[in-house]
């Protein structure tokens, strides 16, 4: 019952086809080559609305897909044949959300810690790994930095479901094989000097082998 949530409008898939540019024919010097147009990204022949929406859609799918394939593995097996198959090709699908989609964590979240690991010369930068934005990341490492409890950096009224959301994220990123390190947010605040937060994030990189 979980895909009857999904807005009513087909996805960016067809169960693993992308519309394609029809290619066109040119001759040179009495020989005859077909160019082929390049290839459409997912979202790039709707509307710009029904484009987020299908972004939003296959966001929930990914989520979905994780949860089953890492949680529910017997649920996953049980379905029918369609809905696997859209799961599987969801999972296949890149998830590239335009500028307006908003994505759980908030920009403020990981903006200082950011800057500190960037001034010591720790190269993390922003990936997103299925439906999860990881601002601070090593893709080919598969190696993540978060807070420990960065849900307490949002609104009271938004903490349990962000929590709720977080401790997903570091679950299906480990099922993954996602190093995930988690610096304590609490220490973090209680210190008063930038040089003090440096010395912190220094032994914190050393002890997990981020340098």
Known sequence: RGF??????????SMGATPRRRASSTEVEGEEYIVEAPPQRPCEHLKPADALRAVRNLEALKVVELCLRHERPS???SLP????????TAREMPLEPPEEHQMPELPHVFAELGGLLRERGFLLHPTVHGPYLLELADPLGRTVVEWDSSWLLYPPWRRVRHEEFVRRKHLHLQAEGWKVH??????????????????LLETFCRQNRLD
Not at 82 to 87: D, E, I, M, V
Not at 192 to 197: A, G, L, M, T
């Open 81 to 88: 044949t369609r809905a696997a198959r859209l799961l599987a």
């Open 4 to 13: 009857e949530r999904l807005d009513p409008l087909p996805l960016p898939l």
């Open 75 to 77: 649920v996953l097996q």
């Open 182 to 199: 988690c610096l304590p947010l609490a220490e973090f605040q209680a210190l008063r000097s930038r040089e003090e937060k440096l010395s």
